[in-house]
Protein backbone atom coordinates (compact mmCIF):
# COMPACT_ATOMS: atom_id res chain seq x y z
CA UNK A 1 0.00 0.00 0.00
CA UNK A 2 3.17 1.87 0.82
CA UNK A 3 3.88 1.90 -2.65
CA UNK A 4 0.69 3.24 -3.86
CA UNK A 5 0.85 6.24 -1.50
CA UNK A 6 4.48 7.13 -2.52
CA UNK A 7 3.39 6.73 -6.13
CA UNK A 8 0.70 9.58 -5.68
CA UNK A 9 -2.63 9.97 -7.07
CA UNK A 10 -2.06 11.83 -9.93
CA UNK A 11 0.53 8.58 -11.29
CA UNK A 12 -2.16 6.45 -10.01
CA UNK A 13 -5.09 8.24 -12.18
CA UNK A 14 -2.59 8.23 -15.30
CA UNK A 15 -2.23 4.22 -15.24
CA UNK A 16 -5.95 3.83 -15.44
CA UNK A 17 -5.62 6.11 -18.21
CA UNK A 18 -3.62 4.12 -20.27
CA UNK A 19 -4.96 1.07 -19.22
CA UNK A 20 -8.63 2.53 -21.03
CA UNK A 21 -10.17 2.64 -17.33
CA UNK A 22 -12.10 5.59 -16.00
CA UNK A 23 -10.05 6.71 -13.41
CA UNK A 24 -12.02 6.05 -9.65
CA UNK A 25 -11.14 10.05 -8.57
CA UNK A 26 -13.56 11.00 -6.11
CA UNK A 27 -15.75 14.57 -6.38
CA UNK A 28 -12.84 17.87 -6.25
CA UNK A 29 -15.50 19.40 -4.06
CA UNK A 30 -13.71 16.87 -1.53
CA UNK A 31 -10.88 18.89 0.67
CA UNK A 32 -8.79 18.26 3.75
CA UNK A 33 -8.95 19.37 6.77
CA UNK A 34 -5.40 19.82 7.45
CA UNK A 35 -2.33 20.40 5.09
CA UNK A 36 -0.28 18.16 3.70
CA UNK A 37 -2.87 14.98 4.41
CA UNK A 38 -1.26 11.81 2.70
CA UNK A 39 -3.01 8.52 3.56
CA UNK A 40 -3.94 4.85 2.31
CA UNK A 41 -5.70 2.11 3.85
CA UNK A 42 -8.53 -0.32 3.20
CA UNK A 43 -12.03 0.85 2.69
CA UNK A 44 -14.44 0.20 6.15
CA UNK A 45 -17.29 1.25 4.83
CA UNK A 46 -20.60 3.19 6.12
CA UNK A 47 -23.65 4.01 4.59
CA UNK A 48 -26.26 6.13 6.11
CA UNK A 49 -29.22 8.07 4.68
CA UNK A 50 -31.25 11.35 6.27
CA UNK A 51 -34.72 9.97 7.89
CA UNK A 52 -35.98 11.74 11.22
CA UNK A 53 -35.60 9.31 14.13
CA UNK A 54 -36.21 9.88 17.97
CA UNK A 55 -33.29 9.52 20.41
CA UNK A 56 -29.78 10.17 22.57
CA UNK A 57 -28.04 8.52 19.34
CA UNK A 58 -27.31 6.78 15.90
CA UNK A 59 -27.00 3.24 17.68
CA UNK A 60 -25.69 1.45 14.42
CA UNK A 61 -23.33 4.41 13.64
CA UNK A 62 -21.48 3.32 17.00
CA UNK A 63 -21.83 -0.27 16.09
CA UNK A 64 -20.03 0.43 12.67
CA UNK A 65 -17.12 2.55 14.54
CA UNK A 66 -16.63 -0.25 17.12
CA UNK A 67 -15.70 -2.79 14.36
CA UNK A 68 -13.46 -0.32 12.73
CA UNK A 69 -9.59 -2.01 13.00
CA UNK A 70 -6.03 -0.62 13.00
CA UNK A 71 -5.13 0.89 9.05
CA UNK A 72 -8.71 1.02 7.76
CA UNK A 73 -9.84 4.25 6.09
CA UNK A 74 -13.70 4.78 7.21
CA UNK A 75 -15.45 5.99 3.94
CA UNK A 76 -18.66 7.60 5.29
CA UNK A 77 -21.48 7.49 2.24
CA UNK A 78 -23.58 10.25 3.39
CA UNK A 79 -25.74 9.60 0.20
CA UNK A 80 -28.80 12.52 0.67
CA UNK A 81 -27.01 14.13 3.34
CA UNK A 82 -27.66 17.85 3.55
CA UNK A 83 -26.31 20.14 6.04
CA UNK A 84 -25.59 17.74 9.09
CA UNK A 85 -22.17 16.00 10.18
CA UNK A 86 -21.49 12.63 9.99
CA UNK A 87 -19.12 12.78 13.10
CA UNK A 88 -17.51 15.33 15.52
CA UNK A 89 -15.06 15.14 18.11
CA UNK A 90 -16.23 12.17 19.98
CA UNK A 91 -16.53 9.91 17.45
CA UNK A 92 -13.26 11.14 15.84
CA UNK A 93 -11.91 10.09 18.94
CA UNK A 94 -12.70 6.84 18.77
CA UNK A 95 -11.85 6.47 15.21
CA UNK A 96 -8.17 8.06 15.78
CA UNK A 97 -7.98 5.27 18.83
CA UNK A 98 -8.54 2.42 16.72
CA UNK A 99 -5.60 3.27 14.28
CA UNK A 100 -7.72 4.67 11.51
CA UNK A 101 -5.43 5.66 9.02
CA UNK A 102 -7.90 8.25 7.18
CA UNK A 103 -11.26 9.22 7.16
CA UNK A 104 -12.98 10.31 4.15
CA UNK A 105 -16.44 11.54 4.36
CA UNK A 106 -19.47 12.32 1.53
CA UNK A 107 -21.35 14.57 4.07
CA UNK A 108 -19.85 16.78 6.63
CA UNK A 109 -17.71 17.14 9.94
CA UNK A 110 -17.69 19.30 12.67
CA UNK A 111 -15.88 20.43 15.57
CA UNK A 112 -13.29 21.10 13.10
CA UNK A 113 -10.21 22.47 14.78
CA UNK A 114 -10.66 19.34 17.41
CA UNK A 115 -10.09 16.91 14.89
CA UNK A 116 -7.50 18.98 13.82
CA UNK A 117 -5.26 18.67 17.02
CA UNK A 118 -6.54 15.18 16.99
CA UNK A 119 -4.16 14.64 14.16
CA UNK A 120 -7.11 12.56 12.43
CA UNK A 121 -6.33 13.16 8.53
CA UNK A 122 -9.76 13.84 7.55
CA UNK A 123 -10.98 14.47 3.88
CA UNK A 124 -14.41 15.83 3.84
CA UNK A 125 -17.26 17.14 1.38
CA UNK A 126 -18.49 20.11 4.03
CA UNK A 127 -18.49 21.67 7.27
CA UNK A 128 -21.13 22.31 9.54
CA UNK A 129 -22.14 22.55 13.14
CA UNK A 130 -25.55 21.09 13.11
CA UNK A 131 -25.59 17.54 14.54
CA UNK A 132 -27.22 14.34 12.52
CA UNK A 133 -28.90 12.74 15.46
CA UNK A 134 -32.49 12.86 15.02
CA UNK A 135 -32.21 13.83 11.04
CA UNK A 136 -29.59 11.37 9.35
CA UNK A 137 -28.03 8.05 10.52
CA UNK A 138 -26.31 5.18 9.75
CA UNK A 139 -28.14 2.23 8.22
CA UNK A 140 -25.79 -0.24 6.76
CA UNK A 141 -21.48 -0.86 7.26
CA UNK A 142 -18.89 -2.71 5.51
CA UNK A 143 -21.20 -2.75 2.12
CA UNK A 144 -20.56 -1.68 -1.38
CA UNK A 145 -21.13 2.42 -1.25
CA UNK A 146 -21.37 5.04 -3.81
CA UNK A 147 -19.76 8.29 -3.26
CA UNK A 148 -19.94 11.67 -5.09
CA UNK A 149 -17.35 11.51 -8.10
CA UNK A 150 -15.10 13.97 -10.44
CA UNK A 151 -15.62 12.21 -13.20
CA UNK A 152 -18.60 10.55 -12.99
CA UNK A 153 -21.50 11.12 -10.93
CA UNK A 154 -20.90 8.35 -8.31
CA UNK A 155 -18.06 5.87 -7.79
CA UNK A 156 -18.67 2.71 -5.97
CA UNK A 157 -16.64 1.55 -2.87
CA UNK A 158 -16.23 -1.89 -1.66
CA UNK A 159 -14.95 -2.68 2.01
CA UNK A 160 -11.88 -3.52 1.32
CA UNK A 161 -11.12 -1.60 -1.52
CA UNK A 162 -7.71 0.65 -1.26
CA UNK A 163 -8.35 4.66 -0.60
CA UNK A 164 -4.90 6.63 -1.51
CA UNK A 165 -5.33 10.56 -0.59
CA UNK A 166 -2.52 12.87 -1.06
CA UNK A 167 -2.68 16.80 -1.64
CA UNK A 168 -4.25 16.70 -5.19
CA UNK A 169 -7.11 14.65 -3.99
CA UNK A 170 -8.66 11.21 -3.29
CA UNK A 171 -8.91 8.15 -5.46
CA UNK A 172 -9.95 4.62 -5.20
CA UNK A 173 -8.24 1.22 -6.33
CA UNK A 174 -10.76 -1.97 -6.82
CA UNK A 175 -8.86 -4.34 -4.54
CA UNK A 176 -8.70 -7.32 -7.09
CA UNK A 177 -6.95 -4.12 -9.29
CA UNK A 178 -4.35 -3.44 -6.10
CA UNK A 179 -1.66 -5.88 -6.71
CA UNK A 180 -1.29 -4.76 -10.66
CA UNK A 181 -1.70 -1.46 -10.09
CA UNK A 182 0.89 -0.72 -7.78
CA UNK A 183 3.36 -2.81 -9.99
CA UNK A 184 2.64 -0.33 -12.63
CA UNK A 185 2.77 2.58 -9.97
CA UNK A 186 6.60 1.64 -9.30
CA UNK A 187 7.26 1.42 -13.42
CA UNK A 188 5.87 4.55 -14.07
CA UNK A 189 7.57 6.54 -10.79
CA UNK A 190 10.46 5.06 -12.06
CA UNK A 191 9.88 6.48 -15.54
CA UNK A 192 8.70 9.82 -14.23
CA UNK A 193 11.79 10.47 -12.29
CA UNK A 194 14.09 9.71 -15.11
CA UNK A 195 12.03 11.90 -17.12
CA UNK A 196 12.08 14.92 -14.42
CA UNK A 197 16.04 15.07 -14.60
CA UNK A 198 15.93 15.04 -18.08
CA UNK A 199 13.75 18.06 -18.11
CA UNK A 200 15.99 19.94 -15.61
CA UNK A 201 19.51 18.54 -18.11
CA UNK A 202 17.64 21.00 -20.85
CA UNK A 203 15.56 18.13 -23.00
CA UNK A 204 13.00 19.35 -25.07
CA UNK A 205 9.85 18.40 -24.11
CA UNK A 206 8.94 16.88 -27.18
CA UNK A 207 12.29 14.84 -27.00
CA UNK A 208 11.59 13.97 -24.00
CA UNK A 209 7.57 13.01 -24.74
CA UNK A 210 9.44 10.84 -27.74
CA UNK A 211 11.51 9.27 -25.33
CA UNK A 212 9.51 8.15 -21.97
CA UNK A 213 5.97 7.97 -23.91
CA UNK A 214 4.36 10.30 -21.03
CA UNK A 215 4.31 13.51 -19.19
Not at 131 to 138: D, F, L
Not at 167 to 177: H, K, N, Q
Amino acid sequence: MQLLLDAGTAVISDIFDSNGILPPVLSERFFAIQQGTRFVGPAFTILGSSVTFHGAGDREKLAAIDGMGQGVVPVWAGSDIHGVCCFGDLLGEAMKIRGCAGVVVDGGVRDVSYLRELMLPVVTRYRTPAQAIGRWKVTAHQVPVQVRGALTEWVTVNPGDLVVADEDGVLIVPASDADSVSAEAARWAGAESEARDAIRRGMPLVTALDRYGHL
